[in-house]
T-cell receptor, first 114, second 111 residues
Framework: EPEVTQTPSHQVTQMGQEVILRCVPISNHLYFYWYRQILGQKVEFLVSFYNNEISEKSEIFDDQFSVERPDGSNFTLKIRSTKLEDSAMYFC????????????FGPGTRLTVT | QKEVEQNSGPLSVPEGAIASLNCTYSDRGSQSFFWYRQYSGKSPELIMFIYSNGDKEDGRFTAQLNKASQYVSLLIRDSQPSDSATYLCAVENQAGTALIFGKGTTLSVSS
């Protein structure tokens, strides 16, 4: 069964550094998303992406964040100048054209900012 | 601010019983509703979705939707210890571009 994959599984970075989180969505899906979950809290929407542009972004997704689909398979989230409060699990999700609403999540990247 | 509310639990049921999980949402324009299961330290796993008022059954799971009351529920029949997890209710925004999640209900099934 097709799956969303994410790399790395765990990223440790120092405050102020830039990180890039990578995702490979399910191959025939067209809609891509990033969510985050701070430990013990709810899953929060960050951004959605379709047809090479952002469809929607939340208040969390400020100028510190950017997304890109650099090729036909990868979808990346870049976080510039990381802060301690960026420490969280970051989940990539994708959904298909025929079943646009049903989002399937990857295993997540645990980001730890020290 | 659109909200999705769930009782955080824990909800404890014995093996073989029916577990009932509830969710309310604030955005009356929402059209699509989802239940995800999240094991500790893992990612959300989609287990049910429902778009129309009424019941939808899939194996041991039944999702129920009442848009007038802005209420979604998930019933798990013949609960198993492996069902022990946090169940997340998610509601799609009106634009269909994002899911809004509740905090989740922790279910514990004892053998």
């Amino acid at each position: 069964e097709p799956e969303v994959t994410q790399t790395p599984s765990h990223q440790v970075t120092q405050m102020g550094q830039e990180v890039i989180l990578r995702c490979v969505p399910i191959s025939n899906h067209l809609y891509f998303y990033w969510y985050r979950q701070i430990l013990g809290q709810k899953v929060e929407f960050l951004v959605s992406f379709y047809n090479n542009e952002i469809s929607e972004k939340s208040e969390i997704f400020d100028d510190q964040f950017s997304v890109e689909r650099p090729d036909g398979s990868n979808f990346t989230l870049k976080i510039r100048s990381t802060k301690l409060e960026d420490s969280a699990m970051y989940f990539c999700a994708s959904s298909g054209q025929g079943s646009r609403n049903e989002q399937y999540f990857g295993p997540g990247t645990r980001l730890t900012v020290t | 601010q659109k909200e999705v509310e769930q009782n955080s639990g824990p909800l404890s049921v014995p093996e073989g019983a029916i577990a009932s999980l509830n969710c309310t949402y604030s955005d009356r324009g929402s059209q699509s509703f989802f239940w995800y299961r999240q094991y500790s330290g893992k990612s959300p796993e989609l287990i049910m979705f429902i778009y129309s008022n009424g019941d939808k059954e899939d194996g041991r799971f039944t999702a129920q939707l009442n848009k007038a009351s802005q209420y979604v529920s998930l019933l798990i029949r013949d609960s198993q210890p492996s069902d022990s997890a946090t169940y997340l209710c998610a509601v799609e925004n009106q634009a269909g571009t994002a899911l809004i999640f509740g905090k989740g209900t922790t279910l514990s099934v004892s053998s």
